[in-house]
């Protein structure tokens, strides 16, 4: 039985605001490990004063390629849900991630990981996937 993928077209930007933290998500295509890397740093370089650029990424036909990070976050609160985001929608060569800047208040497991999925959501819902 042949399994549906899909991608991301074109990249897109989402934006999540909780408690003063404020999450801005990007969905993006990549073809490779070393351009997820590569998405990552520029990421990092852009936004420098960041707290946190949590991310996660799927490759390959079967998406047997994957890695989730919480960039310091508690264990699984950012990546993994971002990862699931991913899954959910059956997409793979594509990542999406997730740069926060810190507010002030503490959000909690929970609250991190519903802001998590809701920036990454907001992302995939803007990008157009084929």
Request: glycine share 10%.
């Amino acid at each position: 039985m042949n399994e549906k993928y899909l991608t991301i077209q074109s990249p897109a930007e989402g934006l999540y605001k909780e408690k003063g933290s404020k999450f801005i998500s990007y969905a993006m295509p990549v073809n490779s490990v070393e351009e997820a890397k590569a998405e990552i740093a520029r990421l990092r370089k852009e936004h420098h004063k960041a707290r946190h650029v949590c991310f996660a990424y799927r490759l390959g036909e079967n998406a047997a390629i994957y890695r989730a990070a919480d960039d310091g976050e508690p264990g699984g609160t950012a990546g993994k849900p971002i990862l699931r985001c991913l899954e959910s929608r059956n997409l793979t060569n594509s990542m999406v991630a997730v740069v926060r800047y810190f507010g002030g208040t503490l959000l909690g497991t929970g609250g991190l990981i519903r802001a998590y999925r809701a920036a990454a959501e907001d992302a995939l819902d803007k990008a157009t996937s084929k």
